[in-house]
């Protein structure tokens, strides 16, 4: 057992000048976090605990929008049938279900179109352009979550007559595609300034110029476009974007309509994931809601989630939340056997990897990410777990990427292009396709990537550490001020806080397999429990002090509202911080 599990790399302490400024917005632990997540004057840190974001959210700056919103609106005036196509995953749901329930509102005559990850695989299609063309009588289609990387789909469309416009967040390639428009924040040249919009918040960008447009023009709509922000926060968590900037304000928002619960669907999600109504924070959602809607399209059709979002029929939202329910605990078990054989694939080569790849033609392609997320949080090294496509005969191999901080899994896979059929998507996370021939080659070709940028690196995760306390110094004044940094997330974590050379007073393992362990530490003043995830080892060899780093939180248990630590990490002291 490792008692070093991670690099601690404690924050600078607060300069004296920074926090004269912070002073009115809190206590020192608050202002040595609002200083470590760059706010160094009263403004900026009042604006970030006000939820606030200080760069322009004018939808019209984004390059495209004018182009989308005229030839849109010439459909909504026509009555001409617009899709909009999205993508399996709960980003792709969510901006599917919003954009065309925003176009619904406004009249429109919208379909949603999400295809098929087992027959068709991600992103646009010629296939399908045609039929949506041909048998939905499409004049305009409209991409969500998928589509900058498709410029000859993009031609296609062109050379048949068909309106394409794209909005996708993820990092372009090499030729942009030659649509009627294309919104995405990080192609050359614009201007907008939040570039870290999940593909639902783009769609929201979207829904809003559409609404100004209507204000302008006196265009009746059924409610106001805020309303759909509920589907921005879920789409946006789930999909691990940025929680700064312009996406922490409509997640922010969109946690208050959630926890209205007054979509038929989430009403739905609530009560098979028993989440408790009015505490749902972005972690539910990583951690409950978004699981069980991305189940849908790992396992089957991602448009029995399109449909719970939705639905306004109690009785269905209800009969396809239970659905969803029965394929997320479907998923999970699949996600366990995939990992366990990928894991055995990849510790029987070579010990000294610095990228893991494992293939399997029995592995489902809906959970391989999930199993390569699994396999980067045990080893941290780049993973790739893929799997036969199934609608390709044997000849092509589909997979999911997944990296840590130290390597753009995106960018080296740009890398090897010729060898690819497709790939793309962000630094931490990608998908590509190769035909069975180049897995080889592909596969070398990667490693050496991998070993040029890694070798020699202290490769550990980090884990910063906000502050060092004292436990007597933890009360419930503490969690009112940090609750005021959420929602927290990928660029926003939650405080990690750290108590140096505690006594353990009690411990037990807990859990399938004794996997967790549960603690009592003190300070010589008050004892304080905690739990500790994946650290049930820890009970074999248990030392009488420890330095602990942990979240602060409350837990809540048969009525009784208790501090406890959610501990992140276990050292002994003394033990060097990295």
Not at 50 to 73: F, I
């Amino acid at each position: 057992m490792s008692l070093l599990t991670r690099r601690w790399q404690v924050a600078p302490t607060l300069p004296a000048a920074a926090d004269r400024a912070l002073i009115p917005l809190g206590p020192p632990i608050l202002r040595q976090i609002l200083f470590n997540r760059g706010y160094a004057d009263t403004r900026q840190a009042q604006a970030f605990l006000a939820g606030h974001s200080l760069s322009s959210t004018d939808p019209m700056e984004l390059m495209g929008m004018r182009e989308a919103v005229d030839r849109l609106w010439r459909a909504l005036e026509a009555g001409e049938k617009i899709v909009v196509y999205g993508d399996y995953d709960t980003d792709g749901v969510t901006a599917t279900a919003l954009l065309v329930e925003a176009l619904r509102a406004l009249g429109g005559n919208v379909d949603p179109y999400i295809p098929s990850r087992f027959v068709e695989g991600y992103g646009l299609t010629v296939e399908a352009l045609q039929v949506l063309q041909e048998k939905h009588g499409a004049g305009v289609v409209v991409t969500v979550d998928c589509g900058i990387r498709s410029p000859n789909e993009a031609a296609f469309a062109r050379r048949i007559g068909l309106d394409l416009i794209i909005t996708d967040h993820h990092h372009p390639g090499p030729e942009l595609p030659q649509a009627l428009a294309a919104i995405n924040p990080k192609q050359h040249g614009d201007g907008y300034g939040y570039k870290d919009l999940a593909g639902v918040g783009l769609a929201y960008k979207l829904a809003q110029a559409l609404y100004d447009r209507a204000r302008e023009t006196g265009r009746p709509a059924d409610f106001p476009v805020e309303r759909l922000l509920d589907l921005v926060a879920l789409g946006t968590v789930a999909d691990l974007a940025l929680l700064t900037g312009e996406n922490r304000s409509m997640v922010r928002k969109g946690l208050e309509l959630l926890n209205r619960a007054e979509r038929e669907g989430v009403k739905g999600l609530i009560l098979t994931s028993r989440v408790k109504a009015g505490g749902i924070g972005a972690g539910t959602i990583g951690y409950s809601l978004g699981p069980r809607l991305n189940a849908a399209g790992r396992l089957d059709s991602a448009l029995a989630a399109f449909e719970l979002l939705t639905t306004q029929d109690p009785g269905e939202a209800s009969r396809l939340a239970v659905k969803l329910e029965t394929q997320n605990r479907e998923r999970q078990d699949l996600t366990l056997s995939i990992y366990k054989t990928a894991r055995e694939l990849v510790t029987s080569s070579r010990k000294d990897a610095y990228l893991l790849f494992a293939f399997d033609p029995g592995f489902n392609p809906g959970v391989v990410g999930l199993a390569a997320s699994r396999l980067v949080d045990e080893f941290y090294r780049p993973a790739l777990v893929a799997t036969l496509a199934p609608d390709e005969g044997g000849g092509v191999i589909r997979g999911s990427a997944r990296s840590i901080g130290e390597f753009d899994i995106t960018r080296a896979l740009d890398e090897c292009a010729d060898l690819l059929e497709h790939h793309g998507g962000h630094k931490a996370a990608a998908g590509f396709t190769v035909k069975r021939e180049n897995l080889r080659a592909f596969q070398e070709r990667l490693e050496a990537i991998a070993r040029s940028q890694l070798e020699g690196l202290d490769l550990r995760p980090r884990l910063v550490i906000d502050s060092e306390v004292r436990i007597s110094s933890l009360d419930w004044a503490l969690v009112e001020h940090l609750e005021a940094i959420e929602p927290c997330g990928i660029g926003n974590p939650a405080p990690v806080l750290a108590v140096r050379n505690a006594k353990v007073i009690a411990f037990r393992s807990v859990g399938r397999d004794g996997g967790h362990l549960k603690l009592t530490l003190s300070d010589g003043h008050i004892a304080i429990d905690a739990i500790a995830f994946r650290l049930g080892a820890w009970a074999k060899k248990m030392p009488q002090r420890l330095d602990v780093a942990f979240n602060l939180e409350v837990n809540e248990w048969n009525g009784q509202k208790n501090l406890q630590l959610n501990v992140r990490d276990l050292k002994e002291p003394g033990r060097p911080d990295a």
